[in-house]
């Protein structure tokens, strides 16, 4: 049941009626359940012996065999419209292909060359690159007929749509090869994108398509987010953002990257605190969430609703960030797990800075699966923030025992990691935190002093805001000053 309903809540609410019409038409029986039981499963509520419901008694093999068909009817539906959009603009112009050809062959070269016009339009406005290379090696094959075209002109359009065929192909063995060097142990990742750009020999050019500027700013923020160095991905988003600019539309088939390329231009300069643009990017995003009737509105909402809320948190809005992530409906939005899990952790995050601590230890308490399980969805980075923030946390509320143990859990569990993957300074942070939670009254002596400066280093405008953000509390807790106004303070100055 649970796959089920993760398979419908990918579908718009147009494809539910169009989902629904379907069915109703292949239904040869009126007592048919497929339609009622889509209607069950198509609720925020969680549902407690759907057999009952659909039956009126127990009837589990009717019910699981009901689910196998409607499964399967839903599989069938999402491939066939799937792979009508995809498709359908390529065999329009593989169609006009084909009955050049047949023009060619009745010496109709004038209408000929006309229709292959036509195709090459079509495939230019998709970037179907491999459909272009019919159409120019036709045109070239039969350029001796006619005075009406240039040969050399057609050659030249060959030749650089061949290298745009080669640059796709390059750059599906470099989202690839990164992808293999992450997943390796101790990845050399400080020049990961930059060597591998240069190894395949791609460049961020006007020729370079919606879907494979896509994938470059994909994997570009997943290392910065591995790294947390924005900074190193920030020449790709401004290729990027004026790649944007310079597009006099958005095409229908591109909605869905663009409106994710306008995520990550938004997650990319809120990392490294250009609130301003930040803002800019999230609200075109919101405007291209609205386009098509809403058909990806609830796809990316909580992409949205996440920066929307860092935003808030980080610009002096802390208030109205916990407002809406309080009345956030988690329970609607479930199937989107990463994103669940970042908005509860930024709640917990506003609540802490506003000194709701209490409440901040109860939304904390929601993330009830093991490390392990969220390392694996979330990665090792999510999980380091979250038990920090949990001990920072359990320090303020003065549970002794608990801090006690979360601290030594902590250095057990994560310490010959974080040494490992050259990530020594949490270790000291957490070693300065313990230090100053059981010896607040050495806190101000020179020895002190000297580890907190050393530590906290942030006088360069590159320093990760998350990071700034656990210094600002160790250093309010020295200063005597709030953690938030203190963490404002340090945002501003860098």
Known sequence: MNNLSSIICTLSQEDKKNFVAGLKKRNKRNDTKNIELFKLLDTDEPLEHPDLVLYGKSAKGAYHALCKRLHDALINFIASKRIEEESSKEMNALKLILV?????????V??????????????KKYSLYNTL???????????????????????????????????????????????????????VISDIIERNLNLYQISITKNLSYQSLFKILQISNQVANVTRNYYEILKFIEKARKKIEVSKRVYHEDLYDHIQILYYLSNTYFRIKKFEKSAISLRAMHDHMQLQNLKYFDIFYCQ?????????????????????????????????????????LTLVVALFLNQQFNEALKVYRDFYHSDSWYTKRLGFIWVIKKNLLEILVLMELDYMDLVESRLKSFRKKYSSHLIEHDEKKILDYVNLIA????????????????????????????????????????????????????????????
């Open 435 to 494: 230090f100053y939670y059981n010896n607040q009254q050495s806190i101000h002596s020179k020895q002190f002093e000297k580890k907190l400066g050393t530590l906290l280093n942030i006088d360069s405008k590159e320093e990760d805001i998350f990071a700034i953000s656990f210094y600002a509390w160790l250093i309010s807790k020295v200063k005597s000053e709030n953690t938030y106004s203190t963490c404002l303070e340090y945002l501003n100055t860098y």
């Open 304 to 344: 949205y609703l996440l920066i929307e809320n860092l935003l808030n948190i980080y610009t002096g809005n802390l208030e109205m960030a916990i407002q809406k992530l309080q009345t956030f409906d988690f329970k609607k939005y479930r199937h989107e797990e990463v994103y669940i899990h970042d908005l509860k």
């Open 100 to 108: 050049s050809r047949s023009f060619f062959q009745h010496q109709q």
């Open 133 to 187: 290379n019919e159409v120019y090696q036709l045109q070239l094959g039969h350029a001796h007929l006619t005075n009406s075209v240039d040969f050399q002109e057609i050659l030249k359009k060959f030749e650089r749509n061949k290298r745009n065929i080669v640059q796709e192909e390059n750059l599906n063995l470099f989202y690839a090869a990164i992808q293999d060097e992450l997943t390796r142990k101790n990845p």
């Open 110 to 123: 004038s209408i000929a060359f006309k229709t292959l016009a036509r195709a090459e339009l079509i495939a």
